[in-house]
């Protein structure tokens, strides 16, 4: 071959023509290949990516189509968190598609470690969605060393996808592990931001000391209506004040919110924050405003004795629940009391522990009417089919000092959990109303909408209801309705923690939109949004703006408006999602600080989830999970068929989820926010259909009938199921 190549010229030129022979195939192949893919191939869309370790992200879209699998080769420059261009195309995965351009690129300010190279640096970010290492240009702080937590800037982004961003450094945070530190590198990760940039900070100095009185002459006066607040103690903001009078044949309930839309005006540099934050941030120690402190704590704040203006909605509800009439309106009002919720659990008799609070004990029969009517809205709610998931939620309670103290379930006292409650339900009917009145009308408005379920999930869900000892079809299960009924029937049980959770993780997540019909699933709801919180929610704040223009009969432009506001409610859950990460993640750096000072102690608790590297384990007091690995458990473990057991290769020793365990307490990593622990005993807990025998009107098995088997494991080995740790907020 080396010999014909070198001496035969007819040979050469054979091979030149069937090279081109086969170039111009490939070129028409490719040709046809790509008029079929324009046939199908989106317009240019556009989104924010989310980028995952191994290489691929997605786009969450904000013209409110699903969203976008990017692949690893069709990243382009692009980085996680980049708002991008992006074209896309139906594929096995929903849609696929391909960065086409960068239209913002995300915040510069990184964390992570610097490593010598070479000689110069280079610099390893903590997120490892970012591309690394990343070059170090510029100098590097003589305080720097190996381990520190480095704040770094980007300060040249990559321009093709094999390049890697430059950074500057900006400051040596400190080292791993330390809870400070750990929280502001999750604030960066996200790009939380505390501080205000400074046309903002001039805005909200340039805003008015008080209401002004030329504005409150042109408004409802409903100043000497005995509207009160009702929040938690240590409650930063108040956007709603409630008010209510028992009339012939029902109630008529005033809600009054915070009219936040007249100081943020559209366009504005507060506007333009506010959309950009999309939330108020709450950790531990502090919360994170969406809105500057002038106005989230001040101005718009209904606080007592202070005139505030708001956006009021007045409804008459029958015995039943039902809204008859009702109005919406903007008012200038004074909030006459600051309730918290424990003052008022107490004044209504429902618990012993909240503290006597004189504001909320003059208001007794206030506060007995507001219970009968939220019994009576519940009652309808759950009568319809609104599913109350009614799940346990961790509080850190902190010191003088800034340092967790306790680690409790919040709202465990029932009575304070019922005056929560009240409050939620007046918030609940007045969303409706509001949906349902913005609907009427056909105006534009961004809702909050909650899919129905995916049918796998749901059916895998009854499956597990069945393993428990719990009947429920899969065809009925696919309605609120069904579903209301099945979480009251094992109320009280000891495996209603858990199937809660699960049934929880099989729904969709609640997002927003623009589309009126497509409803709320949980909340067994046609109409529903969010318009009681414009302190800390943008979409609230959108809301609030349509609603005052319908009010003054002024003109909406709905075919322009809604596009725009389908692009602000996608940003809005993307942000919302942000929030709850961060606070979640937050949460387990205090948890694992106080768990630290009780490594060694032992405790009860019971299993809560499985991962690939171990179990989880929920103990109580301190409400903490703790994770078991493998590694110290003497076998390895396969995962049957439904994901809620895990079965011992070796010593088919089971674990079952829900089983009562007794754990130590081995290490508290701030660094990785893990508590690992270790098995001390394993209780497994009784057969599920024996357990299900003696609940209360339980079906038993008829004679003859074959006993439930547990289900074999797989024969070939597969990860167990990652516990998901994302909450949903309705």
């Known amino acids: 071959m080396r010999f014909r190549a070198l001496t035969g010229s007819k040979s050469k030129k054979r091979g030149r023509d069937k090279s081109k022979a086969t170039a111009r195939g490939r070129g028409r192949k490719a040709r046809e290949a790509q008029q079929v893919d324009l046939a199908t191939v989106s317009p240019v869309i556009e989104g924010r990516l989310t980028m995952n370790r191994q290489g691929y992200g997605f786009v969450n879209v904000y013209d409110g189509s699903p969203d976008v699998f990017i692949p ?66 510029g100098q590097v702080p003589k305080s720097a060393k190996k381990g520190n937590v480095t704040l770094a800037e980007i300060v040249t982004f990559p321009q093709r996808r094999e390049d890697r961003p430059d950074v500057r450094v900006l400051e040596v945070l400190g080292a791993q592990g330390v809870a400070r530190i750990e929280v502001e590198k999750i604030k960066v990760r996200d790009g939380i931001r505390e501080a205000f940039p400074h046309e903002v900070e001039l805005e909200a100095a340039e805003l008015p000391a008080r209401v002004e009185r030329d504005v409150a002459k042109r408004r ?52 333009r924050e506010a959309n950009s934050r999309g939330t108020s941030v709450y950790l531990p120690d502090r919360a994170i405003p969406m809105l500057p402190p002038e106005l ?35 008012a200038v009002m004074r909030s006459h009391g600051k309730l918290s919720y424990d003052g008022a659990a107490r004044a209504l008799g429902l618990t012993k522990h909240g503290p006597h609070q004189p504001a909320a004990e003059k208001r007794v029969g206030t506060l007995k009417t507001l219970l009968d009517l939220s019994q009576r809205l519940r009652q309808h709610r759950l009568k319809r089919g609104a599913l109350d998931f009614d799940l346990p939620e961790g509080k850190i309670v902190l010191d003088a000092h800034g340092e967790p103290k306790e680690i409790v379930q919040s709202r465990k006292d029932p009575g304070i959990r019922q005056a929560y409650r009240i409050v939620e339900d007046m918030m609940l009917v007045t969303n409706e109303t509001v949906a349902a009145h913005i609907k009427r009308h056909a105006a534009p408005g961004v809702f909050r909408v909650h899919g129905k379920p995916d049918p796998e999930r749901i059916s895998m ?20 309705k069904q579903l209301s009924r099945f979480l009251r029937r ?37 109409d529903y ?7 800390r929610r943008y979409p609230d704040l959108l809301v609030h703006r349509i609603l005052r223009s319908m009010i003054r009969n002024e003109s909406l432009d709905a075919a322009s408006l809604r596009p725009r506001l389908q692009r602000f409610a996608a940003q809005a859950s993307e942000s919302e999602r942000r929030a709850m990460i961060v606070e979640r993640d937050v949460m387990d750096v205090y948890r694992a600080i106080y768990m630290q000072d009780h490594i060694g102690d032992e405790f009860e608790g019971r299993i809560a989830g499985f991962a690939p590297f171990g179990i989880y384990v929920q103990i109580p007091d301190p409400y903490a ?36 365990v007794t754990v130590r307490i081995e290490d508290a990593n701030v660094q990785t926010r893990d508590v690992v622990g270790s098995l001390v005993q394993h209780q497994p807990a009784e057969a599920p259909t024996q357990a299900r025998k003696k609940q209360r009107g339980a079906p038993k098995r008829r004679r003859g009938a074959p006993k439930e088997r547990r289900p074999a494991p797989k024969e070939r080995r597969q990860q167990p199921r990652k516990r998901a740790r994302r909450t949903r907020r309705k």
């Open 296 to 330: 989230s704590t001040n101005l718009a704040s209904l606080v007592p004795n202070r005139d505030r203006l708001c956006m009021a909605v007045e409804m008459h509800i029958d015995d039943k629940g039902h809204v008859g009439s009702h109005r919406i309106f903007e």
């Open 625 to 660: 999970s703790v994770l078991l690995p493998f590694e110290q458990l003497d076998d390895t473990y396969e995962p049957d068929d439904l994901g809620i057991r895990l079965i011992g290769t070796r010593t088919s020793k089971i674990f079952t989820m829900n089983d009562p």
């Open 220 to 271: 409802e006066d409903l100043r000497n209506i005995d509207l009160v607040t009702i929040d938690p103690e240590t409650a930063r903001d108040h956007d709603d004040a409630i008010w209510v009078k028992r009339e012939r044949g029902g109630f008529r309930l005033i809600v009054a919110i915070a009219d936040v839309s007249h100081y943020v005006t559209e366009g504005s540099a507060m506007d």
């Open 72 to 137: 690893p080769d069709a990243v382009g420059p692009a980085l996680h968190g980049d708002t991008v261009q992006l074209r896309a195309r139906p594929s096995a995965k929903g849609r696929e598609g391909h960065i086409v351009g960068v239209i913002e690129r995300r915040p510069k300010e990184v964390t992570g470690t610097l490593h010598p190279r070479g000689r110069g640096m280079s610099f390893e970010p903590d997120d490892d969605r970012l591309r690394s290492p990343m070059r170090v240009v």
């Open 461 to 480: 869900f009854c499956q597990v209801a069945k393993s428990f000892g719990y009947e429920l079809d899969e065809e009925s299960a696919a309605t609120p």
């Open 529 to 535: 949004l969010h318009f009681t919180s414009p302190i």
């Open 490 to 526: 094992i109320d009280g049980t000891n495996e209603a923690p858990l199937l809660r959770y699960l049934l929880l993780r099989a729904m969709q997540q609640a997002i927003y939109d623009t589309d009126p019909t497509a409803g709320h699933f949980a909340l067994a709801a046609k």
